[in-house]
């Protein structure tokens, strides 16, 4: 008699269900055993990431941070040796995630475009001896880490029970994540979401790090806040969000102008986009959502303003909950799902 086979729902011999998920960003390369109910089931282990060492030198990386994770086990299992169902990364860059190759990337690391990263991390962890229940290497996948850090946030975090969620990540740059149907929506291109690069008015002419001007980014990122302080001061000192932030708390308009602005023109942009995507939810992540009203106000104000009243009363935003490890439950998450869909 044939056994049945097993599927990514139901538990495997041999298995505690377990994941490994994967943050790759331009500094450092996070990594933890997840649960499929989403729980952390190890500790974070950490690597610099060898952003400017070339594509080999990011792919052994990845696969050896995945190596020690595995070997070090769940907190419940230490030093005994895990046998994961399958791998996500959330990585920095465009993401073909039906192929796991880059598409595009900034130079932030060097070389990325064209990289394999499924390919690359599954040889590299068929050569550590890196087997997943079946003896076989584990099924990798790999995504934008916006999106990655979406579907955490979507599935356990803020927007649990959400079908439908924009998620809005607001820092260094400004980026996005569309949730359909409970799954990431990566659109024709992989980029559905990518929100930074929107037409704003309050830009005007001033330029985008994209390169063309007068789009969001250029007036609502942290670091453009800070360069617009500058440029409207002559106050070379202040090189963060946060500086203007403070500046701006101890009444200091121009920091207060500069704020307000950056708050205004990403609530139109989510303005517009609820009106298209009409949300169950929308998650603002990233650095600037741990500012205080004073971002936070003019942000919800403006959002309820350019709504009808219909949507209007039921968009709520929401700050993200799920911090640092979102991006790698939301990328053990997003393996899981592909491990079900080719089960």
């Known amino acids: 008699m044939t056994a049945p086979v097993p599927t990514a729902t139901t538990p495997r011999p041999g298995t505690d269900d377990v994941l490994v998920g994967v943050d790759l960003g331009g500094t450092k390369i996070a ?45 419940t299992r230490p030093g005994e040796t895990a046998t994961p169902l399958a791998v996500g990364i959330g990585s920095a860059g465009v993401i073909d995630a039906d192929r796991g190759v880059v ?53 356990i975090g803020a927007g649990a029970g959400a079908r ?15 949730i359909l149907g409970g799954s990431v929506h990566h659109g024709a291109h992989y980029v559905a979401g990518e929100m930074g690069h929107m037409p704003s008015g309050l830009a005007g002419q001033e330029m985008c790090t ?35 932030e403070r500046l701006a708390d101890d009444g200091d308009a121009t920091a207060q102008r500069v704020y307000r602005e950056a708050a205004i023109a990403l ?36 959002v309820a303003a350019e709504l009808i ?13 799920l911090g640092t490890t979102a991006p790698i439950i939301g990328a053990a998450h997003e393996a899981h799902l592909r491990l079900s869909r080719t089960s």
């Open 210 to 244: 994209c390169g063309r001007s007068g789009h969001l980014e250029a007036v609502g990122a942290g670091p453009q806040i800070a360069r617009r302080y500058r440029e409207a001061t002559g106050a070379t000192d202040v090189t963060t969000a946060l500086a203007v």
């Open 267 to 302: 609530g139109q942009a989510i303005a517009q986009v609820v009106t298209v995507l009409d949300p169950d939810t929308v998650i603002i992540s990233g650095g600037l959502a741990r500012s205080g009203e004073l971002w936070w106000g003019p942000l919800r104000e403006t």
């Open 309 to 321: 009243d219909l949507v209007a009363r039921d968009t709520e935003l929401l700050p993200a909950t």
């Open 103 to 155: 598409t595009s990337a900034t130079d932030a690391i060097t070389d990325w475009p064209g990289t394999d990263i499924v390919s690359g991390v599954g040889a590299r962890l068929r050569a550590a001896g890196v087997t997943g229940p079946d003896g076989e290497a584990p099924l990798v996948h790999v995504d934008n880490d916006v999106n990655a850090y979406a579907a955490g946030e979507a599935w």
């Open 164 to 178: 439908t969620a924009l998620v809005v990540a607001v820092g260094t740059g400004v980026g996005g994540a569309v």
């Open 31 to 75: 990594a933890a055993l997840v649960g499929i109910d989403g729980t952390v089931l190890s500790d974070v282990l950490e690597v610099p990431t060898p952003a400017h060492d070339g594509p080999e030198r990011m792919l052994d990386a990845i696969a050896g941070l995945v190596t020690d994770v595995v070997a070090a086990g769940t907190r």
